[in-house]
């Protein structure tokens, strides 16, 4: 595996092969073109202090503030540690005692969070509201804020009894536009003139002017090229190129929101350059290869004489250096982004524009060698038109997916989203992966308090496709409802659920098969989940160490809700986002008579079940299913 770093405003390329690669130990960087000084002669070179401002630093550019938390008001319930106790998701819990087991929400809801939504008060406003995942999205704002929002969120698991995970979404090597110049937003009118470039904003440029984050951007384009704004909402056509400044003419008008994501076609395909790549390369490994560099640079130093080859070669390790500097900060934003994720101690990563399974088994292998406990997921984000050739064996690489149908709509024809849509969902199921439906289910409530008929059937298609969890992006982040969105999401699952319960019942359609990978305890669950729908039994209950054991009765998407016990609490976290469990942390022992007793009364203590309750138990301790009246 010789993953390519490409340098299109250079035209010029190189390859590194990884350290851990089986062939090579050091990093080789292939140049295919020998006539080092004319890089010189380019003008798209900068100094690296420059490139760090751009892009190494992000944040320096970005003023986002935070809403002061409402330290006072806040009563902190410390819960008792967990000695003994069983603790469920405080939102779970007041759901499961007011509706009963039977109609307890299935899906799951991932709230993107944003500058309307990343205050401590509005994080519990969300919880309440249902939000099972809090999801920070890397494309946006500093790490600095994100730290802040993760560590709310973990001090509202905390101190108000929530179970809420947390994602972390990587940017990816996305082309979009700068940051307005502090506006929060800008209208692209119909036949208007806009000027996109690589320059900084000032005094110089014309009226209506955005900056672009990729500095081949004016190389690559051409007059004629169509140019998309986050995934098609507006539309400009180029006229002119000028120097670092491509001039547009508004084709589709509408709003432009800050740091929005830009692809262009030509000739109505998609072209793709370098809009969807995570290298398969390493922060670690991109120090090692800036300090072989160094180290090249220092020996064509001390090469006196003049003689024109190794005058020709110090000349070329200069240019090395500015050319890793600037294709390096470009790749290593999601490496730098991974490690905080990694030391923040998120639930799950999700990974943009993947490609193929490499990059996902690679960042598997990152994390395992970074977190023994090996307890951060990785979603494969689906929205790069190449994944789709390979989506098998991306899914099985990953612990869940995402169908991102933001930048997939800008990837392939709108018209077909949905059924890319429906078979991801499909494959997910038969693979056992969680997977998650985003982007646009209730864009309109962005603004507006009421979504529209065609929202609400868009997300009750995904409910009735039986999607793991549904995601909220602007309406969580920066709309105006965010926890009215929430609510519909809920509302609509709700309705959609139940409806979808009792025509199974009349057309008595059984549950997925196992066809996929059967074992022991897949034909354990699949017989467990049948059992329960045929005696109409109140709840199932899984003890599980891994999860595992409850990941397979959720997939076969039971019709009474699965309560899944486990001791280990970020087992715990991981498990929201699978369908119809239930996730209680409880330390059990491997005598079940006694883990039963020990949960039938701390549940009952807690007005979670009632006497004479049926439930189905299995568990991975034993082997059995047990079927049992609660006494
Ligand atoms: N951390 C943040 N800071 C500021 N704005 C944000 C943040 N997260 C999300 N947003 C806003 O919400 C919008 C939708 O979020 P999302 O779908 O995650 O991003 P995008 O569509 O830009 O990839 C973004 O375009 C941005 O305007
Ligand atoms: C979820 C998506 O990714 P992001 O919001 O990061 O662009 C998407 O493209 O649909
Ligand atoms: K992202
Ligand atoms: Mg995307």
Redesign the pocket.
């Known amino acids: 595996m010789t993953p390519s770093v490409t340098s299109k405003s250079l035209r010029f390329s190189f390859s590194i092969a990884p350290s851990h690669s089986q062939s090579n130990l050091f990093p080789i960087i292939s140049l295919p073109n020998p006539n080092f000084h004319l890089f010189r002669q380019l003008p798209l070179l900068k100094p690296i202090s420059a490139v760090q401002s751009n892009f190494l630093v992000p944040e320096v550019q ?1 003023t ?1 503030t935070f809403p002061a938390t409402n330290g006072p008001n806040f009563p902190a319930v410390k819960l008792p540690p967990d000695t003994g106790a069983i603790v469920v998701d405080r939102a779970t819990e007041s759901e499961l005692k007011e509706n009963g087991f039977r109609s307890t929400r299935r899906t799951k809801i991932v709230c ?4 309307q939504t ?1 205050g401590f008060d509005e994080l519990e406003a969300l919880a309440i509201g249902g939000m099972n995942v809090a ?3 890397m ?3 500093t790490r600095e ?2 730290r802040q ?1 993760i560590e709310r969120v973990r001090r509202l698991n905390e101190e108000k009894g929530f179970g809420v995970a947390m994602m972390m ?1 990587t940017e990816g090597s ?1 082309i ?1 536009m700068g940051d307005l110049g502090g506006a929060t937003s800008a209208k692209a009118e119909d036949g208007q003139i806009w000027t996109f470039t690589v320059r900084t904003l000032g005094l110089n440029c014309p009226e209506r002017t955005i900056t672009v984050n990729y500095d081949g951007f004016a190389e690559d384009m051409k007059v004629g090229d169509e140019l998309l704004v ?2 098609g909402m507006v539309r400009f056509v180029v006229t002119e190129k000028i120097g670092p400044d491509v001039i547009c003419y508004c084709t589709d008008p509408g709003m432009l ?5 830009l692809t262009f076609w030509r000739d109505g395909s998609l072209v793709r350059e370098r809009n969807a790549m995570l290298p398969t390369i390493s922060s670690k490994e991109i120090s090692f290869l800036i300090v072989m560099t160094l180290r090249f640079d220092r020996e064509a130093r001390k090469l006196d004489g003049g003689l024109t080859p190794k005058e020709t070669l110090h000349e070329a390790s200069r240019n090395l250096i500015d050319l890793l500097a600037f294709d390096i900060s470009w790749i290593l934003h999601d490496w730098l982004d991974i490690d905080f994720g990694i030391a923040e101690g998120v639930d799950f990563i999700a990974v943009s524009f993947v490609k193929s399974a490499e990059v996902i088994k690679h960042l598997k292998s990152y994390i395992a060698a970074r977190s023994p406990k090996n307890d951060i997921a990785v979603i494969a984000k689906l929205e790069s038109i190449d994944s789709l050739s390979n989506l098998e064996e991306i899914i099985l690489a990953s612990d869940g997916a995402m169908v991102a149908r ?2 997939m709509g800008a990837q392939i024809p709108l018209e077909q989203v949905p059924s890319v849509q429906g078979n991801i969902v499909q494959l997910c199921k038969q693979l056992n992966k969680p997977v998650i439906v ?2 646009q289910l209730l864009e309109s409530m ?1 603004e507006y308090p009421i979504p529209t008929r065609a929202e609400v059937a868009d997300v009750s298609e995904a409910v009735g496709q039986q999607a793991d969890a549904l995601m909220l ?3 969580s ?3 105006h409802y965010p926890e009215k969105a929430l609510a519909v999401l809920r509302s609509v699952s709700l309705r959609i659920e139940r409806w979808l319960r009792e025509k199974r019942h009349s057309t008595l359609e059984v549950p997925i098969s196992s066809s996929v990978c059967i074992g022991i305890p897949e034909e354990m669950c699949n017989a467990a989940v049948k059992m329960a729908n045929k005696l109409e039994a109140d709840a199932l209950f899984v003890y599980t160490k891994t999860g595992h054991m409850a990941s397979l009765l959720s997939r076969n998407r039971p019709d009474c809700p699965v309560f899944a016990f486990t001791p280990n609490s970020s087992v715990r976290r991981r498990l929201n986002l699978r369908w119809g469990l239930i996730p209680f942390c409880l330390s059990f022992s491997d005598d079940m008579e006694s883990n039963l007793k020990r949960t039938f009364s701390l549940l009952k203590a807690r007005g979670m079940i009632n006497s004479g309750d049926l439930i189905i138990v299995v568990s991975d301790l034993l082997q059995s299913i047990q079927v049992i009246n609660v006494p």
């Open positions: 970005k986002q993107t969070i944003g500058p990343c999801r920070i999205n494309c946006h704002g804020w994100h929002v979404d996305e979009h986050d995934g929101l800050p740091r929005a994501n933001g930048d985003a982007s962005v992006s602007g309406e982040a920066m709309g």
